[in-house]
């Protein structure tokens, strides 16, 4: 009987501790506090679902900023830094909690040939570390400004949005879900299946998102989560549902993504649960209707899932500790959008007009739209390789270019597209060309000069006439010129 009680309390300690980490340290895997990993961080994750979520301790909030709290601090901020930052809205949540968002650039809230990176936290209610962190990361920035390389490189060349807590009211009602009681990591259109395709149907925190990506066209983005200690990356679901490993086009960019989070923390890619500290999200475990996925295909954004804390709610006194081991962490993920990479603008030839097209590279299925104001474009890309980019614009040639940049090193790159002539042999005008009067530059000699000719008549007449006029003027010198000697008398 006591060898039976052995064997199931053993049996207990490595599948319920040691993969759900209820006696794990917020900082350390499982693993280093000696218990064995056995796929341990996907099964924590559902057993979190199903029960820490729905019974919260009562004192689980103590220390974290409650929602009136954080707007105030969203508020200080936008006043004490406003110099490199504003303070916006993108919508309210179901209980009417505006979702504030804190920009912050050398110009804010102006549109600039830039990537726009955005950092999301609180997505689900009951994992609210992302949010104080996110306002750490807000007020390090604003105090480290002009002082240190790495702040001033992403505030002078990147715009910087961060919105602390898109659940407010998960977070108020101590649940993972919203309001609504619904799971807004899950309410997200899907790729493989027709759900959450009613867009009446969607939560307003959701909607809030997707609107604002509509707006900004954000080059990539981090959601903060917990539960686990993991960049994970695309694709997170699987067209047959089964757990294994299913890669999007840029698979090798967001692993080099994913680890620059990961190598850059203090401890996550020493993970023995994740090789590297990174996962795949299908590999993990398979998940529909998430924002990470309908950000790399509908919203044109490489988005990584940030699990940054084995528990869910850590103490609030383990919070300046997680800070320290995340800030780097951030820093450099922000940074990478213009220290790797390829970037650069496309223009028309004809004029050297912007022309928002899109920029594809030779072997990865997938393509990257240029700003609409600016034409300019920034493709991610694991360094150290060669890669064929091209711009395509409708109505002008394409152009391609082969490139190859060293690591930490990114390639600026223009491209200046001919436009196609049409079978009338006039020029198609650009769907951002607002010059609707120019006449084409390929028009037959005879007709230029049927139009023209009266001006170029005007012009030779004047023309001779000035050189009589100038005949005249030089004898009439020369004739002056030959009475002033007095003639010799002769003898």
Known sequence: MNLKFCIIFS?????????????????SSASDLGFPNHGSAGSARHLFEDNQSRHPRTDIARGYMTNSELEKAVKEFGRRCSHISRIYSIGKSVQGFPLFVIEISDKPGKQEPEPAFKFVGNVHGDEPVG???????????????????????????????????????GFSLRRR???????????????????????DARQPETKAIMSWLREIHFTASASLHGGALVANYPWDGSLDKRKNYYACPDDRTFRFLASIYSKSHYNMSLSKEFEGGITNGAAWYPIY?????????????????LEITDNKWPN??????????NKMSMLNLVASLVKTGVHGRV???????????????????????????????????????????????PGYKSKATSIWFKEE????????????????GTLPHSICDCDCSGKSRLLPMGYFWGIHSEVYLVFIVALAFLCFLLRQRIKFNLLKHGQSPKRPVPV
Request: with cysteine; aromatic share 12%.
């Open 11 to 27: 049996f207990f300690l490595r599948n319920v501790i040691g993969r759900g980490g209820y006696l794990s340290n917020s900082l």
């Open 131 to 169: 949010r104080e962190l996110l306002l750490l990361l807000a007020n390090w920035i604003c105090d480290n400004y002009m002082r240190d390389p790495l702040v001033n490189l992403i505030v002078d060349k990147v715009h910087l949005h961060i919105l602390p807590s898109m659940n407010p009211d």
């Open 177 to 199: 879900g919203n309001a609504n009681n619904i799971d807004l990591n899950r309410d997200f259109p899907d790729q493989f299946f027709p759900w959450n395709d009613d867009e």
């Open 289 to 305: 209707g998430g924002m990470q996925d309908w950000n790399y295909i509908y919203g044109d954004c490489f988005e990584l899932t």
């Open 316 to 325: 609030a006194k383990e919070l300046p500790t997680i800070w320290e081991y």
């Open 347 to 393: 223009f028309s030839s004809d004029g050297g007009r912007p022309l928002p097209g899109l920029i594809t590279v030779k072997g990865i299925n997938y393509t990257v739209q240029t700003g609409r104001a600016f034409a300019d474009y920034h493709r991610l890309l694991v360094p150290g390789e060669r890669y064929e980019v091209m711009a395509n614009v």
């Open 409 to 424: 090193e990114a390639m600026n790159v223009d491209f200046i597209l001919d436009p196609e002539a049409t079978s009338e």
